[in-house]
């Protein structure tokens, strides 16, 4: 993993971190206030702030994981080289396509 | 955390066997165990053992010591699967029972029985930068080097490594990616970064860097657990990773304010 790897990888657990916790508060208080999945989408809709907060997580999940899997299958598996690099690409643009994709359309439904 | 080898007992006893007590000892040798039996001694060590062996039963079997007195490095072993040096590992301290199991250490290549060849460990040491670069010209004067600076108290910490390996076979990281350097060459590193009269320290830290590199450091500390001089390689690669992030990040901002013309502005 090279420094600039590294520094992407803890960067983003930090964000990671926040929006963890965040999200799952977010959860809790939904569901203990007893939303319904109506009334959660007529708050999230349209709402700029709640695509930004999980337009960011996303990015951070999709920077974050792909690094962390890298390191975990070039100690378990042979792969290595350009191929694995472009695969943890692909991973890294799926999560976020699929994550951001998500985000979308809870903010248009 | 998963430690890769059974946690230290803590009833383990340093009190010697009963007089007459008898050790049985299992050698790693030819891809089996071969197994002698020695009479328990007073403050026998793991060592002692082996020699014995070697003396009385069998001298064809193989191993390597020099000092005996924890300074030389060259004695270590897996003692009952923990990577130990043998001339100040007390039998009494770490038998099973009555048991003792000797292997060559772990994550190095056999020469032959409890003989590992170390050249793949130096290779990596010198790989890490792990030799003093005093710079093209020689200094006009001494440095002067406080002690209670930053810098010197931090190669204090790491600087009585006797290069015995075995917080490499300690290293979990070293068995799963064999061209990480490991916890030893990364230690040595660490404490010539803080060298300030050291005039090589960007090729260093370039070469402690990418994925035979501190930053490949799980930080499982399997290495700070078991190094006999109870230093802390975890820490001082924890200090490359943080000196290697520093100077990534520096050459990122010099690039970005130079352009992509790669020249500075005058
Ligand atoms: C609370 C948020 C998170 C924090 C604080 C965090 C922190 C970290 C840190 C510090 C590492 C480096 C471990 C090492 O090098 O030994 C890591 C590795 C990793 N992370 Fe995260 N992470 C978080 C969330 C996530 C999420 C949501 C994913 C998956 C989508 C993920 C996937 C991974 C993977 C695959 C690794 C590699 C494992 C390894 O290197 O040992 N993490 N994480
Ligand atoms: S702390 Fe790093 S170097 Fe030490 S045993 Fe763990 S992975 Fe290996
Ligand atoms: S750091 Fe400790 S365990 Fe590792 S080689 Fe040096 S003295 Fe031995
Ligand atoms: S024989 Fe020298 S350290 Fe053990």
Not at chain 2, 21 to 37: E, K
Not at chain 2, 249 to 257: D, H, T, V
Request: net charge positive.
């Amino acid at each position: 993993m090279s420094p600039m790897l590294y520094l992407a990888q803890r960067g983003t657990a930090v964000i990671l971190a926040m929006a963890v916790a965040v999200h799952l508060g977010t959860i809790l208080y939904a569901v203990r206030g007893g939303l319904t999945a109506g009334e959660i989408l007529g708050r999230t809709q349209g709402n700029g702030a709640f695509l930004a907060f999980y337009g960011i997580f996303v990015v951070a999940a999709a920077i974050h994981a792909p690094i962390g899997l890298r390191s975990i299958l070039r100690e378990w598996t042979p792969w290595r080289g350009r191929s694995l690099d472009g695969a943890m690409l692909a991973v890294s643009a799926l999560l976020a396509v699929l994550g951001l994709r998500a985000a979308l359309a809870v903010y248009l439904a | 955390m998963n430690a890769p080898f059974p946690a230290p007992s803590p009833t383990e006893s340093t009190v010697d066997a009963a007089p007459g007590a008898m050790l049985t000892v299992r050698i790693r040798r030819d891809g089996g165990f071969q197994a002698f039996t020695v009479a328990r001694r007073p403050a026998q060590t793991v060592l002692d053992v082996v020699t014995e062996i070697q003396r009385e039963q069998d001298p064809t079997l193989a191993y390597r010591f020099a000092c005996r007195v924890g300074m030389c490095g060259s004695c270590a072993m897996m003692v009952n699967g923990r990577p130990r040096w043998t001339c100040r590992t007390r039998v009494a301290a770490v038998a099973e029972g009555d048991g003792l199991t000797l292997e060559p250490l772990r994550n190095l290549p056999v020469v032959k029985d409890l003989a590992v060849d170390m050249e793949p460990f130096f290779a990596k040491w010198t790989a890490a930068h792990g030799a003093f670069e005093p710079g093209a010209v020689p200094a006009d004067d001494f440095a002067v080097v406080a002690p209670e600076s930053p810098e010197r108290r931090a190669v204090d910490a790491g600087i009585e490594c006797i290069n015995c390996g075995v917080c490499y076979a300690a290293c979990d990281v070293v068995a799963w990616n064999p061209d990480y350097l490991g916890p030893a060459a990364l230690n040595r590193a660490w404490t010539l970064v803080n060298d300030v009269r050291d005039r090589g320290q960007d090729a260093r830290l370039a070469a402690v860097s990418g994925d035979a590199g501190c930053q490949s450091c799980h930080t499982h500390m399997s290495c700070t657990e078991h190094c006999p001089k109870a230093l802390a390689p975890t820490f001082a690669i924890a200090g490359l990773k943080r000196a290697t992030a520093r100077a990534a990040l520096k050459r990122f901002g010099a690039q970005a304010f130079r352009g992509p013309s790669g020249r500075r502005p005058s």
